[in-house]
């Protein structure tokens, strides 16, 4: 299993950016995946999940009301959708995945993924 985040780059506070998580060697939608964030300097961060086979989704407190995660089965993707952008917001973006459906305690556990992708930066401006 592949995976491969892109869509990031450089934006402004306040505009909207998504990002998707392609995946190859395994229909997406048989994953439950997550988004994970890493800024300089600080530790790796929960951003959002969905779990394999529906739609339940997840967010961590800091996105919550602003990011969305979404599936795009027809190009084996997920997507996530990032509104209201804030400069605390900048960081390397990674998806990840894993074949299990994560109870709720370990849907944000960055170690329960399995698989994961290269990262996109992300980086908004004030």
């Known amino acids: 299993v592949q995976l491969q985040a892109f869509g990031g780059g450089l934006v402004q506070a306040g505009d909207s950016q998504t990002l998707s998580c392609g995946a190859s060697?395994?229909?997406?939608?048989?994953?439950?995946v997550g988004w994970f964030r890493q800024a300089p300097g600080k530790e790796r961060e929960f951003v959002a999940a969905?779990?394999?086979?529906?739609?339940?989704?997840y967010y961590g407190d800091s996105v919550k009301g602003r990011f969305t995660v979404s599936r795009d089965n027809a190009n084996n993707a997920v997507n996530l959708r990032m509104n209201s952008l804030r400069p605390e917001d900048t960081a390397v973006y990674y998806c990840?995945?894993?074949?299990?459906?994560?109870?709720?305690?370990?849907?944000?556990?960055?170690?329960?993924?399995?698989?994961w992708g290269q990262g996109t930066q992300v980086t908004v401006s004030s």
């Open positions: 969905i779990r394999r086979g529906g739609t339940s989704t």
């Open positions: 990840a995945a894993q074949r299990r459906n994560p109870i709720l305690s370990s849907v944000g556990v960055a170690a329960k993924y399995d698989y």
């Open positions: 060697g395994v229909p997406f939608s048989v994953m439950s």
